[in-house]
């Protein structure tokens, strides 16, 4: 199994909201991710836990609220958030930190916020 | 500060040969990756150099030139398929400690 599955592919929320975006891998990596892409623009680096920790924050709002209960899943809780943060989040993941050239990535979930 | 270089498009026909260029500034370098995105997609990891050379596979080739800051990716016997955006990346040692940074992307449009 080489994919990163990602739930829900499609999702709109009104500011008030609260939603989670989840992610799932099996291929036994230790390092998971969270990027940000905006139409046109390339993937931006939100966070990064490695062996379940979180070892990167990249001065996220804290509207965005990550979690990682187990090696296998990622998720990220979504809080008050703005029309700007609309855009297609992914999560991703790689054998370790320290062996990340190869992310594994899955196919998002574009989010707006109306 | 670190920085990564791409053309923001680049349009070719079915069987041609087209050469995307990546020249990157970092305080670091490991290596040079390439990542392929469809409209709508996931980025696909394509390559990584790591040392100077060509790196094949299949269709694709990678090159890179440490001493000039310099890769490229050469897709041959082009298919529409390949319409796709290419990214550049890099590790971050300034910013994301060591995690990977994208190029802006070159959208590669493939004609009939």
């Known amino acids: 199994d080489t994919e990163v599955t990602q739930t829900p592919k499609h999702l709109v929320m009104g500011m008030t909201n609260k939603k989670s975006l989840k992610c799932e891998q099996h291929?036994?990596?230790?390092?998971m991710y969270w990027y940000k892409q905006k139409a046109k623009k390339p993937p931006e680096l939100m966070f990064v836990?490695?062996?379940?920790?979180?070892?990167i924050n990249e001065s996220v709002p804290s509207r965005f609220s990550p979690e990682c209960p187990n090696s296998s899943l990622l998720n990220l809780h979504l809080h008050a958030l703005q029309p700007e943060d609309s855009a297609l989040y992914l999560c991703?993941?790689?054998?370790?930190?320290?062996?990340?050239?190869?992310?594994?990535f899955g196919s998002g979930t574009q989010l707006s916020v109306l | 500060g670190q920085s990564l270089e791409q053309p923001s498009e680049v349009t070719a026909v079915e069987g041609a040969i087209v050469q995307i260029n990546c020249t990157y500034q970092?305080?670091?370098?490991?290596?040079l990756s390439w990542y392929q995105q469809h409209d709508g997609g996931a980025p696909t990891f394509l390559s990584y150099?790591?040392?100077?050379g060509l790196e094949e596979t299949g269709r694709f080739s990678s090159f890179l030139s440490r001493s000039d800051s310099y890769g490229y990716l050469l897709l041959q016997e082009l298919q529409m398929k390949d319409s796709a955006s290419y990214f550049c990346?890099?590790?971050?040692?300034?910013?994301?400690?060591?995690?990977?940074?994208f190029g802006k992307g070159t959208k590669l449009s493939v004609k009939p």
């Open positions: 291929m036994g990596h230790r390092a």
């Open positions: 991703a993941s790689s054998q370790d930190m320290g062996v990340n050239e190869k992310l594994f």
């Open positions: 990346a890099v590790r971050d040692f300034e910013g994301s400690q060591g995690n990977l940074i």
């Open positions: 970092t305080s670091g370098f490991y290596g």
């Open positions: 836990y490695s062996y379940e920790k979180l070892s």
């Open positions: 150099n790591a040392l100077d």
